[in-house]
């Protein structure tokens, strides 16, 4: 299995606070994403990084930021919750972004804002 | 608008039989499909993929087949077993100057009946 890991795997928060997750890979690969997960959206790219301070938007940006400042950390932080980013978040990684290189996925993170 | 579709939100079969899962999509110019698996409280896992340059992709149990013409793909999981019960995702990419961006269905949910 691909090492990647997120953190928080839970957190419950309320609308207008700021929220971090992390996602944390072992695998030395370049690409790293983020998705939302909603029931009748299936899977949702957020952002995306394609190295180290290079990230650029998914198709539900809007709201979020992301961070890349070392090759294994993508932050994706939440400035100002609101109900509608209630979600499960995945992180995956890519070894080169290629289409023939499918993506490892994290364990997910359940984000709850009241 | 949802560019791929799994317009079954669930399935049931026996042991033993074929499952068959759907997918379909409007955007011509996706060129490579996959199939992801995913296990409750799990990430997504790769399964099987297809370029569109095939028709067919065969890995053991899981088949995937693509006609173009009628923008559909299936996956055949034959003989189904009680481990295959989880949630299948298919997603598509197409030719881009960057990273290969992946838009997914909405989900199968495959349930195995011992």
């Known amino acids: 299995d691909a090492g990647i890991t997120q953190s928080p795997r839970h957190k419950v928060t309320e609308t207008g606070t700021p929220v971090t997750l992390r996602c944390h890979q072992t695998e030395n690969h370049r690409y790293m994403y983020w998705y939302r997960q909603d029931p009748g959206h299936g899977l949702r790219l957020i952002h995306y990084s394609y190295g180290v301070k290079d990230t650029d938007k998914g198709e539900v940006s809007d709201g979020y930021s992301v961070s890349r400042s070392k090759t294994e950390d993508f932050l994706l932080t939440l400035e100002s919750a609101t109900s509608s980013q209630t979600s499960v978040y995945f992180c995956?990684?890519?070894?080169?972004?290629?289409?023939?290189?499918?993506?490892?996925f994290g364990p997910g993170t359940r984000l709850t804002v009241l | 608008d949802q560019q791929v579709k799994q317009n079954s939100p669930s399935l049931s079969v026996q042991e033993g039989r074929i499952s068959i899962l759907n997918c379909d999509y409007t955007?011509?110019?996706?060129?490579?499909f996959l199939w992801y698996k995913k296990y409750p409280a799990e990430g997504p896992t790769f399964l099987i993929s297809i370029s569109s340059i095939k028709d067919k992709n065969e890995d053991g149990r899981f088949t995937v087949f693509l006609n173009k013409s009628a923008k559909h793909l299936s996956l055949h999981i034959v003989p189904s077993q009680p481990g295959d019960s989880a949630v299948y995702f298919c997603?598509?990419?197409?030719?881009?100057?960057?990273?290969?961006?992946?838009?997914f269905g909405t989900g199968t949910r495959l349930k195995v009946l011992a």
């Open positions: 995956a990684i890519s070894e080169n972004g290629g289409r023939a290189h499918e993506q490892f």
């Open positions: 997603a598509a990419t197409e030719p881009t100057s960057g990273t290969y961006k992946y838009i």
């Open positions: 955007n011509s110019m996706f060129d490579y």
